[in-house]
């Protein structure tokens, strides 16, 4: 494979690589309880049967909404009694729809908190527990439940992971780094006390604070404490220039992105923990749940070289969300509101979300990779590739008209020659398959009528096209022209002709009964 004109290029054959599948190995959610919702489960089985995905995160799972930490008074003493009706209810829909928890051991329930300080709409406790007996006897119960519940050998592949972003003052009371230390000891010990081959990690740092995982490493290690993960989150975007109901903000490139997967592994090279698996249980584009870029074409193009590359960096990155049935800033405002989803409420398909179903019909077999494209193969012969046009983050004039041209190597699965491919195109841009520009131009409704809905739906999908293309020495040259934030797929597959000789060399006149002269037969 080479990009032409590029003569210096290896061929294909002497470089092919495995595409890791870091990029579908979690997906994000809003908060735990809302997975009761008819709306987040039916957007939840559209993303898996086009996508896939292994995981999910969310926060919630211990907060008051779910129902898990019950308080109570009975013989003139205090007593918990521990709750899964909600628990049970939320993860088995998750395992029927093929998914499986990553959970996060957070927030603190109100009965069990040190202070009255929350975060969030849905005021999620962001304080240490007063007892740290109880919250042992909390996070004991619930993953005890778990296991009696769905088994050992299943509850043994979830991720868990202790809180989210105690580093941000918003997430832990004072950002108390000691605090957090004595949080995850307390939680690792009586995670493992249950069973040692339960996987257990953190901090689940934000941008910003990076030291912070150093210093945690610190910790980990003096203590002889388990650990087997680590995790952080990453974002691009700069301050928030608040609007009403939405905010504004500036980006940096998309390799900010990569750099931020890359450094966990960077900070513990060379350390006892320098072998552990890095997840990145967040990230996108912008931390805020109302920015509009998050609706729009140049997300996906933003995100494309991420996906593309960020499995060698990262053994996951989870896309925060799946879906906008989401209120952390509260109930959203409109249909289209910036919210993190890849779908809007009731499963309107945003760009991102095709550039992760693109990613899911990806071969196994990586052929290229370039800046601005992917190449792999499947074990039938079809070549996939994914190219997307570059972004300008800095307000410059966007791209029109970026060229990739590609010489793929295509062969009959059969093993007998082929004289030509299918191709099969699909392309979202500025201008295909883009439900959030549809909807401006609709005067963007905010709660859409059932039409506008259909119009939408429809505005959402992909613009296909196809053609045959000869096969010329065991190749297919391609010369694709990509709009504006395009992202597309190219799927060529070898062709074996089964046109009978009646019908080969058919044409118009053929087809309307008439000879060539014209008359009728």
Known sequence: MMRDPAPDVPDVHEIPSRLPDAWRFCVGTGRFDLALRRDYQESLALVQREIGFRHIRGHGLLSDGVGVHRPYEHGGRRHVRHVFTYVDQVIDAYLGLGIAPFLELGFMPSGLASGEQTVFWWHGNITPPRDWHEWAALVRATVTHLIDRYGLDQVRTWPIEVWNEPNLKEFWLDADEAAYQRLYEVTVNTIKDVDASLQVGGPAISPGSDDWLVRFADFVVERSLPIDFVSRHAYTSGPARHVPFGVHQTLGPPSRLLEQFALPRQQLKGGPLADLPVHITEFNSSYRPDNPIHDTA?????????????????????????????????????????????????????PTYHLYAFMARMGEEILARGPDHLVTRDDTGRVAVLAWAPVDVTGGPPVDGHRVRLSVPIGSPSGSPAGSAFLLRSSVSEEKGNAWRAWCEMGRPASPRPRQLDALREAAEPVRTHRGLPIEDGHVHLDVILDRHEVTLLEITPVIDETPPWAAGQDHRRLLGLDDQGDPR
Do not use: C, M
Request: hydrophobic fraction near 45%; avoid cysteine; aromatic fraction near 16%.
């Open 298 to 350: 140049f997300n996906a193009a933003y995100l494309a070289p991420v996906l593309a590359t960020g499995g060698d960096l990262a053994d996951s990155f989870s896309y925060w969300t799946f879906s906008d049935v989401f209120e952390e800033v509260g109930v959203p405002t409109s249909l289209f509101h910036g919210g993190f989803g890849l779908l809007t409420h009731r499963q309107i398909k945003k």
